[in-house]
Antibody, heavy 123, light 107 residues
Framework: QLQLQESGPGLLKPSETLSLTCTVSGGSITNSRYYWGWIRQSPGKGLEWIGHIYYSGSTYYNPSLHSRVTIFVDTSKNHFSLKLTSLTAADTGVYYC???????????????WGQGTLVTVSS | DIQLTQSPSFLSASVGDRVTFTCRASQGIGTYLAWYQQKPGKAPKLLIYAASTLQTGVPSRFSGSGSGTEFTLTISSLQPEDFATYYCQQLNNYPFTFGPGTKVDIK
């Protein structure tokens, strides 16, 4: 069973850049059946999938955030990270990382989630 | 993006009740749908994927059905630990999207 844990600062100012890391334990981030994703949750927009990365570095981002988001992976540390630039109050919310199992003949199964980390954007 | 709507938004029920909630997609998504349970302060927990496949470890009182644009999640006999918010998610098209949720509370 995979365990995921988010880490990073909880309070940022408008226009700053958010950097979060998700550390994976209980399995290797280079497992070829998994992608690694970020999801956020805010009172205003509910649950929003931000994007995912494969261990090779291949990514897909939600177009709504595409110009501001980067996801990258460090296989040597078994973790992946999120960078979100030009923050506004609308980026306030709980950020989750999740494992996305690539199921043959289906799609992704979001089978393990981190506990989430609250990010507040305020001046 | 594919929009998901869920009904009802809120549901009051008693322990032992059979409850059913609905998720509708703005366009056909086959059976590329998942259901999650979320309790306050916790991450969503996967219950069902591929519209009707129970995730390992999830009690059999949970079941899902549907295809295309209309899906249902049923709890056959509501237990105290089932009071939570339930979300659907479509995985047919990028970007993956979630419904707004159905909150189940105690009558």
């Amino acid at each position: 069973q995979l365990q995921l844990q988010e880490s990073g600062p909880g309070l940022l100012k408008p226009s700053e850049t958010l950097s979060l890391t998700c550390t994976v334990s209980g399995g290797s981030i280079t497992n070829s059946r998994y992608y690694w994703g970020w999801i956020r949750q805010s009172p205003g927009k509910g649950l929003e999938w931000i994007g995912h990365i494969y261990y090779s570095g291949s990514t897909y981002y939600n177009p709504s955030l595409h110009s501001r988001v980067t996801i990258f992976v460090d296989t040597s540390k078994n973790h992946f990270s999120l960078k979100l630039t030009s923050l506004t109050a609308a980026d306030t919310g709980v950020y989750y990382c999740a494992s996305q199992y690539d199921s043959t003949g289906y799609s992704f199964i979001f089978d393990s989630w981190g506990q989430g980390t609250l990010v507040t954007v305020s001046s | 993006d594919i929009q998901l709507t869920q009904s009802p938004s809120f549901l009051s029920a008693s322990v032992g009740d059979r409850v059913t909630f609905t998720c509708r997609a703005s366009q056909g998504i086959g059976t590329y749908l998942a259901w999650y349970q979320q309790k306050p302060g916790k991450a969503p927990k996967l219950l069902i994927y591929a519209a009707s496949t129970l995730q390992t470890g999830v009690p059999s009182r949970f079941s899902g059905s549907g295809s295309g644009t209309e899906f249902t999640l049923t709890i056959s006999s509501l237990q105290p630990e089932d009071f939570a918010t339930y979300y659907c998610q479509q995985l047919n098209n990028y970007p993956f999207t979630f419904g707004p949720g159905t909150k189940v509370d105690i009558k």
